[in-house]
């Protein structure tokens, strides 16, 4: 009886040491970046992931006829806190035209589009009913002078489909 009561507290010991070990141990995920593919499918003209980067939709998605286009950009992106978005269609024919507008910041709730750093946007585009199939989406820095050597813009594939 006695073993069989030492076997049981050594069991349990050991049970202890090996949980407590097993609590402080730390797990790293790290997140799997997004192919290469995906990157060689955006089109940049003057422009680069240092100066916008488009969260949704993604390069190769397929969206409804109504779609948020979410991000962030540097400020001179903007002009009074907008910028031009356009789908063309298989055709490279205009279907819609909208805009991306400056968020608030999370932090201050303040809009503040006049800066070099980073600003959250959202813009929504509807295309019309009857079209389904590949299109482009086109995201254009904000030029005010018209001048083209202050034109920016990066662009991708998507697919509108329902």
């Not at 390069?59 to 009074?80: C, L, N, Q």
């Not at 932090?107 to 585009?125: A, S």
């Not at 019309?128 to 989406?137: C, V």
């Amino acid at each position: 009886m006695k073993k069989i009561i030492i076997l049981i507290l050594l069991v349990l010991a050991l049970g202890i040491v090996w949980f407590g070990f097993l609590k402080d141990e730390k797990v790293t995920i790290t997140p799997t970046p997004l192919p290469t593919e995906t990157e060689e499918k955006i089109t940049y003209i003057k422009a680069s992931t240092d100066l916008i980067v488009v969260d949704l939709p993604y390069p190769g998605a397929v969206t409804g006829k109504e779609f948020s286009v979410i991000g962030r950009a540097r400020g001179y992106w903007f002009f009074e806190a907008s910028f031009p978005l356009q789908l063309l269609g298989a055709d490279g024919k205009v279907l819609a035209n909208g805009y991306a507008e400056a968020q608030p910041d999370p932090v201050t709730g303040e809009v503040n589009w006049m800066t070099e750093n980073f600003v959250p946007f959202k813009g929504e585009i509807k295309a019309p009913e009857s079209y389904i199939g590949p299109a482009t989406l086109i995201l254009r820095k904000d030029n005010a002078s018209g001048l083209p050597e202050h034109d920016a813009s990066i662009s991708f594939p998507i697919t509108v489909e329902y």
